[in-house]
């Protein structure tokens, strides 16, 4: 019996999925949203987290490759559209 090709592995996009979206990444994700569709979907200005918990700072922190270690954040809509790619 054979096999589907790539049955039973985990691909790179479905771990890119799996990462982006964590509950950690919730919060951003919404507020991010909301900002391009006021801004004609550019990736200008910044979103402002507050009162983050340990997941989403450690989230943030692997996204965006900087430490978070404060209660609130604040992350350029830009950073969130260049750093996936990287």
Do not use: Y
Not at 12 to 20: N, Q, R, W, Y
């Amino acid at each position: 019996m054979t096999r589907p090709e790539g049955a039973g592995r985990h691909t790179p996009d479905a771990d890119a999925v799996a990462f982006l979206t964590r509950p950690g990444l919730t919060r951003l994700w919404t507020a991010a949203r909301a900002r391009p569709e006021r801004n004609g979907l550019q990736p200008t200005g910044t979103v402002g987290l507050q009162h983050l918990d340990p997941q989403e700072r450690e989230a943030l922190s692997l996204l965006l490759a900087k430490p978070f270690t404060g209660p609130t954040a604040t992350i350029r809509l830009a950073d969130l559209d260049t750093r996936p790619r990287h």
